[in-house]
């Protein structure tokens, strides 16, 4: 989603591709709603098209409650239907930092909290027949560094004791052969909860989804302002308005610095790259065990296995959202530093996307505009993990709209600092952080 537009043709996802995004090309269905035209009230104005504005407004028409929901462009061609697909049980923050943070006790209730955004998405492919190439095969986090693996052996234990998640088992660097050939990695962590999915299709069915209980979906319809009324707050597009008892924010990085600039500066956006090759001859001599794979370097590799075949990766550092000159070349030369027998490999899709970030790696959920009784909601901030996340954060707005308030107020206890500087100096500050993490990777 997006304030302006999230179609390539103007506003953050510019130059970023996504016409050829093997996503985009494999789409199983994507019908254009209308725009916005005129004025219309609802008990809940979704502001966003993604897995986060999706869920939100699915639970809040199941609660009985009347929504609308504005897309500033096409649904699922934010985050949603970019990012890497890959099913990551848990938090960006493992056990062993939620522990040192915020005690065994909270720290498992988040951990629980989270586990929750998994069984969700699974009950919704399940209940609502979306076919969007589901694998459950696991995650497997390489280590990038021996060192990495002293911290997965802790991190292992205190999933299996503080956390009563007997899920996750190391694999040494000998066994890694059996997983992938590469040779990169020191070993390994594997989730066997973990897994990955088609997320343009999975986005694409929420959608059908939320448009069967009664939400009515508006394309090309950016959220432009926020007015309190006495009857709600007003939210205006270029031709209409919505007014509402209550609004959802859902547009993570693409939410702009205009519509709700107190809460614009505690995120990040951070442009993410991606390519899928040729159809593999034996694409399973790559990843034995068909994994989502993730590796522990600061600026993260991530890839996966198609459906048909092929590898989708991610990767490389990229200190501003404007995009390589040449995507294809700019992340294959990641993949192929992985993967030396892909050398010669055609890459068939190359594309980019914005993720949104925060200082603790943690989501920012909470409220502007008044209390309880009236308000906004948002959610945003999954710093890479939102592909199954976003979608229990907009359960959780849903949820708390409707009087049940603790798992959001969970999430919103915990809400990361704003970046010095504001929406002006986060990305100059940022940058410096990522080049230091970026040349500890190197060395």
């Known amino acids: ?38 004025e219309t009230t609802a008990d809940v ?31 699922g061609w934010g985050a949603s239907g970019r990012n890497g697909g890959q099913i990551i049980p848990g938090l960006r923050k493992g056990a062993l930092e939620l522990i040192a943070r915020y005690g065994p006790s909270e720290a498992r209730a988040l951990f629980d909290l989270a586990l929750e955004a998994r069984g969700l998405a699974l009950d919704l492919i399940d209940r609502y027949g979306i076919d969007c190439e589901l694998k459950l095969t696991g995650h497997l986090a390489a280590a990038a560094k021996a060192s990495d693996m002293e911290h997965y052996a802790r991190e292992a ?3 299996a004791k503080a956390m009563d998640y007997p899920h996750a088992r190391l694999v ?80 993570d990085a693409l939410l702009g610095e205009t519509l709700a600039p107190r809460i614009a500066s505690h995120i990040m956006p951070v442009a993410n790259y991606i390519v899928a090759t040729e159809p593999l001859d034996d694409p399973a001599a790559l990843i034995a065990q068909d994994r989502a794979v993730s590796d522990s ?30 995507i294809a070349a700019f992340a294959g030369q990641h993949m192929r530093r992985v993967f030396p027998q892909l050398a010669k490999a055609r890459i068939d899709y190359a594309w980019g996307g914005l993720v949104s970030i925060t200082r603790t790696r943690l989501p920012h959920l909470g409220q502007i505009f008044g209390g309880r009784e009236g308000g906004v909601y948002f959610a945003h901030g999954y710093s890479g993990l939102g592909a199954i996340l976003s ?20 999430l919103a206890k915990i809400a990361p600092p704003p970046f010095p500087g504001g929406t002006l100096m986060r990305a100059p500050l940022h940058t410096l952080g990522m080049l230091w993490y970026a040349m500890r990777d190197r060395l």
Not at 190 to 213: C, F, K, M, Q, S
Not at 297 to 323: C, H, Q
């Open 172 to 251: 040494s660097r000998a066994d890694m052969a059996a997983e992938l050939a590469s040779p990169s990695y020191y070993g390994g962590l594997i989730d066997e909860l973990g897994g990955h999915y088609h997320p343009l299709n999975y986005t694409i069915g929420l959608a059908r989804a939320t448009e069967a209980v009664g939400v009515a979906i508006h394309e090309m319809s950016a959220a432009l302002r926020l007015r309190e009324t006495a009857a709600g707050v007003r939210v205006e597009t270029a031709q209409g308005a919505v007014t509402a008892v209550k609004v959802i924010l859902a547009g």
């Open 391 to 410: 979608t229990l954060a907009g359960k959780l707005m849903a949820q708390a709209i409707a009087g049940d308030a603790a798992g959001f107020d969970r």
């Open 45 to 75: 104005c979704v502001v966003g098209g993604g897995c986060t504005g999706l869920s939100a407004a699915l639970h809040a028409a199941q609660q009985g409650l009347s929504v609308v929901l504005l897309e500033g462009g096409r649904v």
């Open 1 to 38: 989603m997006t304030a302006g537009r999230s179609d390539d043709s103007a506003g953050f996802n510019d130059g970023l591709g996504f016409q050829q995004s093997y996503y985009l090309a494999t789409v199983a269905d994507a019908p254009r709603r209308p725009q916005l035209m005129g």
């Open 157 to 159: 234990d205190a999933l």
């Open 297 to 326: 370097r600061f600026v993260v590799n991530y890839f996966r296995l198609t459906a048909d075949g092929r590898m989708l990766f991610g990767g490389g550092e990229r200190y501003s959202t404007r995009p390589p000159r040449d």
